[in-house]
């Protein structure tokens, strides 16, 4: 299995500031269709995951473009150009490239 | 607009099996997918497996293999999911999401269901 690691485990930003999200794979993403398919979610409590990002830099529908995505490989990045009120959550790395799908362990953002 | 409603919380005795409930709209239901994820108290989330809609094929996780079975049901648009054999540890609020491993991955999600393993 794929094994996604997050970093950090936890992000107290200031409102307005930027906040950052590694996530790394124990292997390539690389599908053999030559797509990558790593996506952010966000998880609010009480809330389902919530897509912001797929395969690698895309956003999806409706979501703000505070939120961007990059990366490549094994090596992909989050980031929230600037933190509102409501960007706080738990935000997921999560790989559909390969068979099982597999998550990272979440990365907590809060408010300083 | 693309919804997915799953059925409402359930309790259950160790041993016993619950099987939820994830009806679509909003869209063609045999162009897609159907993931399953869960999510234990204070814990992140857990791929459970998935099946087409299209014609029924499952790949479910290893750690819920022989224990989970994945359906669907074409003339209602509609997916479940039984696990059977629970435990304790299978207390968890669980998950549908709108599967396209073409595009935008799992990119519709269900409400969640608690499920309560007690006795």
């Given at each position: 299995?794929?094994?996604?690691?997050q970093t950090p485990l936890s992000s107290p930003v200031t409102l307005g500031q930027p906040?950052?999200?590694?996530?790394?794979?124990?292997?390539?993403?690389?599908?053999?269709?030559?797509?990558?398919?790593?996506?952010?979610?966000?998880?609010?409590?009480?809330?389902?995951?919530?897509?912001?990002?797929?395969?690698?830099?895309?956003?999806?529908?409706?979501?703000?473009?505070?939120?961007?995505?990059?990366?490549?490989?094994?090596?992909?990045?989050?980031?929230?150009?600037?933190?509102?009120?409501?960007?706080?959550?738990?935000?997921?790395?999560?790989?559909?490239?390969?068979?099982?799908?597999?998550?990272?362990?979440?990365t907590k953002v809060e408010i300083k | 607009q693309v919804q997915l409603v799953q059925s409402?919380?359930?309790?259950?005795?160790?041993?016993?099996?619950?099987?939820?409930?994830?009806?679509?709209?909003?869209?063609?239901?045999?162009?897609?997918?159907?993931?399953?994820?869960?999510?234990?108290?204070?814990?992140?989330?857990?791929?459970?497996?998935?099946?087409?809609?299209?014609?029924?094929?499952?790949?479910?996780?290893?750690?819920?293999?022989?224990?989970?079975?994945?359906?669907?049901?074409?003339?209602?648009?509609?997916?479940?999911?039984?696990?059977?054999?629970?435990?304790?540890?299978?207390?968890?609020?669980?998950?549908?999401?709108?599967?396209?491993?073409?595009?935008?991955?799992?990119?519709?999600?269900?409400?969640?269901?608690?499920?309560?393993?007690?006795?």
């Open positions: 299995d794929i094994v996604m690691t906040a950052s999200i590694s996530c790394r794979s124990s292997q390539s993403l690389v599908h053999s269709d030559g797509d990558t398919y790593l996506s952010w979610l966000q998880k609010r409590p009480g809330q389902p995951p919530r897509l912001l990002i797929y395969k690698i830099s895309n956003r999806f529908s409706g979501v703000p473009d505070r939120f961007s995505g990059s990366g490549a490989g094994t090596d992909f990045t989050l980031k929230i150009s600037r933190v509102e009120a409501e960007d706080v959550g738990v935000y997921y790395c999560m790989q559909s490239s390969h068979f099982p799908l597999t998550f990272g362990g979440g | 409402g919380a359930e309790v259950k005795k160790p041993g016993a099996s619950v099987k939820v409930s994830c009806k679509a709209s909003g869209y063609t239901f045999t162009n897609y997918g159907i993931s399953w994820v869960r999510q234990a108290p204070g814990q992140g989330l857990e791929w459970m497996g998935w099946i087409s809609a299209y014609n029924g094929k499952t790949k479910y996780g290893q750690n819920f293999e022989g224990r989970v079975t994945m359906t669907t049901d074409t003339s209602t648009g509609t997916a479940y999911m039984e696990l059977r054999s629970l435990r304790s540890d299978d207390t968890a609020v669980y998950y549908c999401a709108r599967e396209d491993f073409d595009d935008s991955g799992s990119d519709y999600w269900g409400q969640g269901t608690l499920v309560t393993v007690s006795s």
